[in-house]
């Protein structure tokens, strides 16, 4: 019997039309373009504005729509959609579910999946899973965030990092040995306190107090989440090419988060590989959280070719790090 594994066979990507460029941020922070850039490699970022849309929603189901129509596929086929954020349409409410009505997609159930940067990562672990089980044909995988409803743009140590952004990508079963070949994800719960949100959650809901002291924002301790992201994100990629007897040669393009242009290049670096082997757009979108992975496959898509060998790996709060090999599965 012939092993089936999850492959993806389409993606679709969306931005918002707003562009904030480091120029703008200087005059709402102290800040300038050259630090920002020699930083983060970051030199503009989207942001989605009310009178284009609104929610993380708008933004999937843009994405989702891109994939579709490229794909000439019918959305009743699909069977599952899972919506991969850390900023859902509401807190109550599956954004997966809404998204999945929106775009016809009758057939199939949904759900969230929240694991900060390291969303749509995991995502792919749990799309896979669903194929390679044999109960389902068509899974689709979006990855959004709108993170500017959740940043604070009078802090200067966040609101240069995030942009808002979607990406999606469609998984199905594969015959020819291609798609999803190993994975290696970890957690640490103890990373919160690092890089998060105070309010709005089941520890501390949203008060007047809350509102007025900024409680609703992201905060993070710079040093140590880029000390943690650079040896993690790392780690895991080399170690994933180790367990899978990959070498520098073997491998056509790493996939990494697009967090910091520094953390990007060390991974790089730990697995031998040079600059022309990494994709990377986080100059154009900065952090788009859970978006920035499927981003990538969406602007590079066309780079790709069947039987390529592709190393993901991202990082996020919480702590959640890992990493995927995947080997591509068209042209």
């Given at each position: 019997?012939?092993?089936?594994?999850?492959?993806?066979?389409?993606?679709?990507?969306?931005?918002?039309?707003?562009?904030?460029?480091?120029?703008?941020?200087?005059?709402?922070?102290?800040?300038?373009?050259?630090?920002?850039?020699?930083?983060?490699?970051?030199?503009?970022?989207?942001?989605?504005?009310?009178?284009?849309?609104?929610?993380?929603?708008?933004?999937?189901?843009?994405?989702?729509?891109?994939?579709?129509?490229?794909?000439?596929?019918?959305?009743?086929?699909?069977?599952?959609?899972?919506?991969?954020?850390?900023?859902?349409?509401?807190?109550?409410?599956?954004?997966?579910?809404?998204?999945?009505?929106?775009?016809?997609?009758?057939?199939?159930?949904?759900?969230?999946?929240?694991?900060?940067?390291?969303?749509?990562?995991?995502?792919?672990?749990?799309?896979?899973?669903?194929i390679q089980s044999g109960r389902y044909k068509k899974v689709l995988?979006?990855?959004?965030?709108?993170?500017?409803?959740?940043?604070?743009?009078?802090?200067?140590?966040?609101?240069?990092?995030?942009?808002?952004?979607?990406?999606?990508?469609?998984?199905?079963?594969?015959?020819?040995?291609?798609?999803?070949?190993?994975?290696?994800?970890?957690?640490?719960?103890?990373?919160?306190?690092?890089?998060?949100?105070?309010?709005?959650?089941?520890?501390?809901?949203?008060?007047?107090?809350?509102?007025?002291?900024?409680?609703?924002?992201?905060?993070?301790?710079?040093?140590?989440?880029?000390?943690?992201?650079?040896?993690?994100?790392?780690?895991?990629?080399?170690?994933?090419?180790?367990?899978?007897?990959?070498?520098?040669?073997?491998?056509?393009?790493?996939?990494?988060?697009?967090?910091?242009?520094?953390?990007i290049d060390a991974t790089a670096n730990r697995m031998g590989l040079?600059?022309?082997?990494?994709?990377?757009?986080?100059?154009?979108?900065?952090?788009?959280?859970?978006?920035?992975?499927?981003?990538?496959?969406?602007?590079?898509?066309?780079?790709?070719?069947?039987?390529?060998?592709?190393?993901?790996?991202?990082?996020?709060?919480?702590?959640?790090?890992?990493?995927?090999?995947?080997?591509?599965?068209?042209?």
């Open positions: 019997m012939t092993k089936i594994t999850a492959a993806i066979t389409a993606v679709g990507g969306y931005v918002p039309k707003f562009v904030l460029t480091n120029k703008m941020l200087e005059g709402m922070v102290e800040t300038n373009d050259e630090w920002i850039v020699s930083r983060t490699g970051i030199k503009e970022r989207r942001i989605l504005k009310p009178e284009e849309g609104e929610g993380t929603s708008y933004m999937a189901i843009k994405a989702a729509n891109e994939l579709i129509e490229k794909r000439d596929l019918d959305p009743t086929e699909i069977d599952l959609v899972i919506v991969a954020t850390a900023t859902p349409d509401n807190m109550v409410a599956s954004t997966a579910a809404f998204v999945a009505a929106k775009i016809g997609a009758k057939n199939a159930f949904a759900y969230d999946l929240l694991a900060a940067c390291s969303s749509f990562l995991f995502g792919m672990s749990t799309a896979a899973s669903y995988l979006i990855g959004a965030d709108k993170m500017s409803s959740i940043i604070d743009y009078t802090d200067r140590t966040t609101c240069i990092i995030f942009g808002d952004g979607a990406g999606a990508a469609l998984f199905e079963p594969n015959e020819e040995g291609l798609g999803l070949q190993d994975e290696y994800l970890r957690s640490d719960g103890n990373g919160r306190q690092f890089l998060g949100m105070d309010a709005g959650g089941s520890i501390m809901p949203a008060t007047e107090e809350t509102v007025k002291n900024r409680k609703h924002y992201i905060y993070q301790d710079g040093r140590t989440v880029f000390k943690f992201a650079v040896s993690n994100m790392a780690d895991v990629a080399e170690k994933i090419m180790q367990r899978n007897n990959l070498q520098e040669s073997d491998v056509a393009w790493l996939v990494p988060h697009q967090a910091n242009k520094r953390i040079d600059s022309s082997k990494v994709l990377m757009n986080i100059h154009r979108y900065g952090n788009t959280t859970s978006a920035t992975l499927p981003l990538l496959l969406a602007d590079f898509e066309g780079q790709l070719k069947k039987g390529d060998n592709l190393v993901f790996a991202a990082f996020g709060g919480g702590f959640t790090w890992g990493s995927i090999y995947l080997k591509w599965a068209y042209n």
